[in-house]
Nanobody
């Protein structure tokens, strides 16, 4: 059974950094794409970043230049390094995986983690 488990969330002050990890099991995602989404209560879940099997990356404009997505296929793990955090980055962050090419739409992803909370204070 496929599982994606996020970790690394927490409470930080604005300008601080966090590194989220997503550990996958039950499937090898080395030739698939993985992504990060986030959701704030009352809002739809939004795309944050994605990395393809070829290491192509894509970022939402709101996090571009501040966040970095990476993957370690040997560990079947994807990371999200978040720097220069802002209060508006506060959300539950979800790891997701999809077959084949990189994508930015929630409906394209096949597997989802349960999320990890990131709270950025001002």
């Amino acid at each position: 059974q496929v599982q994606l488990i996020e970790s690394g969330g927490g409470l930080v002050q604005a300008g601080g950094s966090l590194r989220l990890s997503c550990s996958a099991s039950g499937r090898t995602f080395s030739r698939d794409s993985m992504g990060w989404f986030r959701r704030t209560p009352g809002k739809e879940r939004e795309f944050v970043a994605a990395v393809g099997w070829s290491d192509l990356t894509y970022y939402a404009d709101s996090v571009k230049g501040r966040f970095t997505i990476s993957r370690d296929n040997a560990k079947n793990t994807v990371y999200l390094q978040m720097n220069s955090l802002k209060p508006e980055d506060t959300a539950v962050y979800y790891c997701a995986a999809k077959a084949a090419s990189i994508g930015v739409r929630e409906r394209e992803y096949d597997y989802w983690g349960q999320g990890t909370q990131v709270t950025v204070s001002s």
